[in-house]
C-alpha cells in the first residue's frame, strides 16, 4: 500500500478546515476533516453485526523533535523517542474501526483510554476488548462482573509466571495479533513517518487516514 496521489477519489470525502484566524494561511493547506466514526458509533455497528470482541492497542507516532519546554511532554520515554499517542480499535481481522485523539507521549496507555471513558463504552454496547499486558488495571470492575478489557498477565520481581500463565498469554497474544497489522497499514502511509505538522493537527490526520486506510485495504 502507498501513500496515493493527493487527487485519490477517497479525498472527496472531507473538507478542508477553516485555518485559524488572523494565521494568514490558506484552509487548502490544513489537514482534510474526515468522517471518522465516533468510538460509541463503532462499537454498536460491531454489536449490531454479532461480533462479541474488538482489539485494543496503543502506539507512538514519531514527531519532529523540537526544542523548549512546550516540546517535553511529547517525549515518550517508553520509546525514547518524541512522538504521540494514538490508541486504537480494530474488529477480529485487523480492520481500523476508531482511533483516539493524538495525546502527548508521555501519556500512558490506561490514562488515554481512562480519558476516553473506553471502558464505560464497552458496556454500553455490550462489547469486550482484548489487549496487551500493558493495560493490565485499565478494568477496574469487580470479581463477580464481566470483564471489559482482557489482558494478559505480567510478571512481578518476585513473582515469575507460572507455565500455565505464560500459555494464557501466548494464546490471547495470537488472537491480539490483528490489532498489530492495523496499526502498520496506518503507518504505512509515508506522512506519518514522522509528523512535521502542528501537532495539534495530528488528530485530524490521522483520522482521515484511518479511512483512506480502510478504502485501500478494502479494494
Not at 479525498?11 to 476533516?33: D, I, L
Not at 508521555?106 to 476488548?129: N, P, Q, V, W
Request: hydrophobic fraction near 35%; charge should be positive.
Amino acid at each position: 500500500m502507498t501513500s496515493g496521489p493527493a487527487t485519490s477519489p477517497a479525498a472527496t470525502e472531507y473538507t478542508a478546515p477553516p485555518s485559524p484566524a488572523g494565521s494568514g494561511k490558506s484552509s487548502a493547506c490544513s489537514p482534510p476533516a474526515p468522517r471518522a466514526p465516533r468510538l460509541d458509533r463503532a462499537l454498536k455497528k460491531i454489536a449490531r453485526k454479532g461480533g462479541g470482541i474488538v482489539l485494543l492497542d496503543g502506539s507512538v507516532i514519531h514527531t519532529r523533535r523540537r526544542t523548549g519546554t512546550e516540546n517535553r511532554k511529547n517525549y515518550s520515554g517508553k520509546n525514547k523517542c518524541h512522538g504521540l499517542l494514538v490508541i486504537a480499535l480494530t474488529d477480529d481481522r485487523g480492520r481500523l474501526l476508531w482511533v483516539s485523539a493524538a495525546r502527548p507521549g508521555r501519556t500512558s496507555e490506561i490514562t488515554a483510554c481512562r480519558h476516553d471513558k473506553l471502558t464505560a463504552h464497552l458496556r454500553a454496547a455490550g462489547l469486550g476488548a482484548i489487549a496487551d499486558p500493558g493495560f493490565v488495571g485499565l478494568d477496574n470492575s469487580g470479581p463477580d462482573d464481566d470483564p471489559a478489557v482482557i489482558t494478559g498477565y505480567k510478571a512481578a520481581r518476585n513473582r515469575p509466571l507460572t507455565r500455565g500463565q505464560k500459555l494464557s498469554n501466548k494464546a490471547l497474544a495470537a488472537v491480539h495479533a490483528p490489532v498489530e497489522h492495523g496499526f502498520a497499514h496506518l503507518k504505512n502511509w509515508r506522512v506519518l513517518g514522522k509528523v512535521r505538522t502542528d501537532p495539534r493537527w495530528a488528530t485530524a490526520l490521522v483520522r482521515a487516514l484511518l479511512v483512506l486506510t480502510n478504502k485501500e485495504v478494502a479494494r
